[in-house]
């Protein structure tokens, strides 16, 4: 296997008494796309945030997350995109988005003013804003919620980064359209071979989506690998848990009851 683009050693996470990750390890190689689950509190942020750089400073982290192929550490916003959960974190309310699209691009670019501006167009495009050229004025008050997530990941690529790490970027919003910004999301990273970390409740999705699947429960990394073997062949019963319950109403009635059934868990 070629080497990882990251690497995640015995990585620990405290924010004061409360353990928020215990001895996490896991590789994600270049180009893949893994999917982060597991149950509210689990972790999952916390070990997005590490990975990003962006623990906040009450954390206290131990182990280490390296980039083999990179001399340097990857620089948040150039190298990794981010686009977490509340789209009003990263955009700025009083500044027009072409404007703050095409600032993102010049931070990291030489370019002319009116070609970061032609490039905000393309990718308010590709991120399948509607008459985009025009809308490069707009504030972002003036766009849907669904649109305003698209913004964001717009923003989150502007600087062509080689890794984006997307955060349950869309559980504000319905599930519809959820899922259509997880899958435009995972079509523009396919297109640029970007590698891509997304933070998922929707076990249905990651399995779409995902060639690797992390499974985390209580702030540990209880199952991980390819996709189809974690839900295929589930080790730990937390994961047959979280599929159990995710069993749809097509699934046998039998079937559904043993799979939810807490005593078959031995959970701790
Ligand atoms: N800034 C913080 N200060 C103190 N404790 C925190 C902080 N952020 C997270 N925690 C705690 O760390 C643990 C892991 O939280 P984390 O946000 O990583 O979970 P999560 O899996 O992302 O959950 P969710 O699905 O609800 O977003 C939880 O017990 C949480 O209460
Ligand atoms: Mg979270």
Known sequence: MSE??????NVGVTYGKTV?????????ARGGR????????SGKSTLAMAIAGLLPKQARQTGSIVFPGASARPRLGRDIGVVFQDPGGSLDPVMRVGDQIAEVIRAHEDTSWIAARVRAADLMDRVRIPKALSRLNSYPHEFSGGQRQRIALALALAANPSLV????LTSALDTVVQRHIVNLLDELV??????????THDIALASERADQIAVLYKGQLVEQGAAADVLGQPAHPYTKALIGAHLSLDTPRQKRLAEINPDSLNLP
Do not use: H, Y
């Not at 396919?190 to 933070?199: A, I, K, N, S, Y």
């Open 190 to 199: 396919r297109e640029d071979g970007l590698t891509l970390l997304f933070v």
């Open 165 to 168: 790490i997307a955060d349950e």
């Open 4 to 9: 990882p683009l990251l690497r995640v050693e």
């Open 20 to 28: 928020a990750l215990a001895d996490v390890s896991l590789d994600l």
């Open 34 to 41: 893994l999917a982060l689950i597991g149950e509210s509190g």
